[in-house]
Nanobody, 126 residues
Framework: QLQLVESGGGLVQPGGSLRLSCAASGFTLDDYSIAWFRQAPGKEREGVLCQTSSGYVTTYLDSFKARFTVSRNNAKNTADLQIYNLEPEDTGVYYC???????????????????WGQGTQVIVSS
């Protein structure tokens, strides 16, 4: 069974940083593309970025550009998203999702991704 579990969320002050982790089980994460989405309170889920198995990143959210790094730990079978200079507008539940294949779609259509993790809450507040 393919399963993803996010962790690393929490409360952080504006300007701070967080490292979110997406742990995979039932498959080898390095064979797939992984995307991160987020859902702010009262808003629709939106795509943040997608990383292919070869490391190429497609950024869907302009406000995220230059404020993140993505990495994978093959030994732990995890994918990490480090977010810097967090803003209150970054508050929301962050999800990782799997994309079969070796490329990321140009648009963050959620139908292209499965399965999804349960999400991890990020709150940016002073």
């Amino acid at each position: 069974q393919l399963q993803l579990v996010e962790s690393g969320g929490g409360l952080v002050q504006p300007g701070g940083s967080l490292r979110l982790s997406c742990a995979a089980s039932g498959f080898t994460l390095d064979d797939y593309s992984i995307a991160w989405f987020r859902q702010a309170p009262g808003k629709e889920r939106e795509g943040v970025l997608c990383q292919t198995s070869s490391g190429y990143v497609t950024t869907y959210l302009d406000s995220f550009k230059a404020r993140f790094t993505v990495s994978r730990n093959n030994a732990k079978n995890t994918a990490d998203l480090q977010i810097y200079n967090l803003e209150p507008e970054d508050t929301g539940v962050y999800y990782c999702a799997l994309r079969a294949g070796t490329f990321c779609p140009a648009e963050p259509d959620m139908r292209f991704f499965s399965p999804w993790g349960q999400g991890t809450q990020v709150i940016v507040s002073s």
